[in-house]
């Protein structure tokens, strides 16, 4: 047998890419991830996000206070009202990167948008991208498709208000099949409001605005939840806000330049330095950071030049140059809020101290349920762990997850296909116990949940979380619905940042397989009805299984749905005040309400 033939490496093998074929080529570089819509992290949000973004800058730079945003199916239209894009730059301005004037301080100085790269990957991703400018009383106009210039045109005289018109429908050759939720736009448009108190957003006919800024996004998040009067401070470069309330956890949010960074970094850390020097400077006292934030829920927001993150889509904040301004900014104003505010010092002690005592029974509590376990580290004998992990293996640990899942038959499947590198498993003994209602004391005296606790990572901390995604892996029946529910009341009960910070899936399996009954070479595995009824169409003599838990399906076919092609919805929340009504009336002593709801809504 003669030598494999080598391929020919020369000068025809060089390729030269516009920049716009590159954002085609290599989307993830510029926008993350791709998605179906399903997560609000999905690349459409991030191209809806980079087109707004702009439009927001022209708004801190002085110029329009109104944005209207609409939507249409899969096409968005975005109209400003700021200065406009300078006509005769409009078409290199939308489709050529390293464009634009954010490289020129004197015109923007705090942008989100700094790489110059945004609307150029909206235009190059999108299968229509239409931009139209106007400038005193004249406009320009350019349509593109798939990043190509299909036309352009100069308007002469218009009687439009200056701005810019950005409308586009991102590529489904790109993209695949795909779908916007209303509910994750919604979400953002509220943000950019409560960044930017004065600035009126119009969603499809619904308008928002905010007038106390983070204030806002506080009282909207807790609702009626008892709270302490919250520390509000507003300067030239930093806007943020505390309170305490008597839930478990700590929950941050976090932004930068109107960037909402999921992940936190140095802005956030500095800033919770801030408040614990602050408040153990005017107690005289030296309170620990676990016990200062217990119960407290915050937000912050900075404006800075040359922000650096740790990647392109922006979830977490690199620059180590901000932290001693920021520290001595928040310590200030919360010395001279807890002068002011006496009765709220007062309270806020009371929690701190009562939070000291709380972590000391857990404590006391904990050491025991170890010493009854007698299990060191993490010898936790339902997990079959991973060899990587998040944090401590920084770039192979990322994307690493856990599977939660119901008993032994479906874990057998998962662990001979997972990947031993980054997917752990840990099996479930029957149903977990419904903490709602309970002390948090529960977690060490059950050993199931402890074992979970101790597997996540997350006894002291959620930034020790030992996975990316925390995946729940039950059967599509109303034995799998309830274990789900139950684990996520102890999330949501006790840790509910691990659900705030996006951390929380839930796997998605297919409900039938259609295959052809002849020769089974022809498979399809269908997750809705509709696929189903599609797929016995396409296939020859289809023949239809429904799968009524995980443990039927083979390891060979569960390799598909845990690998590449792997489907995770993420566990999305509003707001704190909703989590509390939901958990109330699904998990509490409401037994006749919950009967009487489930008999009405049974058809």
């Not at 949000?45 to 980079?50: A, F, G, P, T, W």
Request: with cysteine; net charge neutral; charged share 30%.
């Amino acid at each position: 047998m003669g030598e494999k033939k080598q391929p020919v490496y020369d000068e025809s093998k060089i390729k030269t890419l516009s920049s716009l074929e590159h954002i085609r080529l290599r989307s993830g570089m510029y926008i993350g991830r791709l998605g179906s819509g399903k997560d609000p992290d999905d690349g459409i949000y991030v191209l809806l996000k980079e087109v707004i973004d702009n439009s927001v800058d022209e708004f801190i730079m002085g110029h329009g206070r109104r944005i209207i945003v609409g939507r249409d199916g899969k096409r968005i239209k975005v109209r400003d009202f700021g200065r406009g894009i300078p006509l005769g730059k409009l078409v290199e301005c939308v489709s050529v990167i390293n464009t634009g004037a954010k490289y020129n301080d004197d015109v923007f100085q705090f942008s989100v948008g700094l790489n110059g790269v945004g609307t150029k990957a909206v235009n190059a991703l999108s299968s229509h991208f239409r931009a139209v400018a106007v400038r005193g009383g004249k406009a320009a106009e350019a349509v593109f498709s798939k990043g190509k210039l299909l036309k352009e045109r100069q308007i002469k005289s218009t009687t439009e208000a200056d701005g810019t018109f950005i409308e586009f429908e991102p590529d489904e050759e790109i993209f695949g099949e795909y779908d916007f939720n209303d509910e994750f736009i919604e979400k953002r448009i509220k943000n950019y409001t409560y960044l930017n108190a004065g600035l009126e957003l119009d969603y499809n006919g619904t308008k928002y605005i905010s007038k106390n800024g983070l204030l806002d996004l506080l009282q909207e998040d807790l609702g009626d939840k008892e709270m302490y009067t919250p520390l509000y401070y507003r300067g030239d470069k930093i806007e943020f806000v505390f309170t305490h309330t008597l839930n478990y956890g700590e929950t941050f949010y976090s932004f930068v330049n109107g960037q909402y960074t999921s992940d936190g970094g140095t802005h956030e850390s500095a800033y919770k330095e801030g408040l614990l020097k602050g408040l153990n400077e005017f107690y005289k006292k030296a309170y620990s950071g676990v016990d200062v934030r217990e119960g407290i829920v915050g937000a912050v927001s900075v404006k800075i030049k040359d922000p650096v993150f740790e990647s392109q889509t922006k979830n977490k904040l690199g620059n180590t140059n901000i932290k001693a301004w920021i520290v001595q900014e928040v310590k200030s104003a919360v010395i001279d809020f807890l002068h002011k505010n006496g009765e709220t010092a007062k309270k806020i002690q009371a929690k701190i101290v009562n939070n000291e005592n709380l972590r000391k029974e857990l404590n006391a509590v904990r050491k025991e349920a170890k010493e009854l376990s007698k299990k060191t580290a993490l010898r936790i004998p339902s997990l079959n762990d991973c060899k990587y992990h998040k944090g401590e293996d920084k770039e192979k640990g990322e994307n690493t997850m856990i599977f939660l899942t119901e008993g032994q038959s479906a874990s057998g499947s998962m662990v001979k296909k997972r990947d031993v590198y980054k997917q752990a498993i840990f099996s479930l003994r029957g149903k977990p116990l419904n903490v709602f209602g309970k002390k948090k004391t529960e977690i060490y005296k059950n050993e199931e949940i402890h074992n979970i606790v101790k597997a996540l990572g997350i006894e002291n901390s959620i930034d020790d979380l030992r996975y990316d995604k925390v995946v729940l892996a039950t059967d599509a029946d109303n034995d799998g619905f309830h274990i789900r529910n139950l684990i996520l009341t102890i999330f949501l009960t006790f840790f509910e940042d691990l659900v705030k910070r996006g951390h929380v899936y839930i796997l998605e399996t297919p409900l039938f397989r259609v295959r052809n009954a002849k020769n089974n070479k022809e498979t399809a595995y269908c997750y809705t009805e509709k696929e189903r009824d599609n797929a016995a169409k396409t296939v020859k003599n289809p023949e239809v299984t429904r799968f009524k838990g995980l443990g039927e399906i083979s390891p060979d076919e569960f390799g598909q749905f845990i690998g590449e092609d792997i489907r995770l919805v993420k566990v999305e929340i509003k707001s704190s005040h909703d989590i509390n009504e939901t958990l109330e009336f699904y998990m509490g002593k409401n037994t006749p309400e919950r009967k009487s709801y489930i008999m009405e809504n049974l058809i």
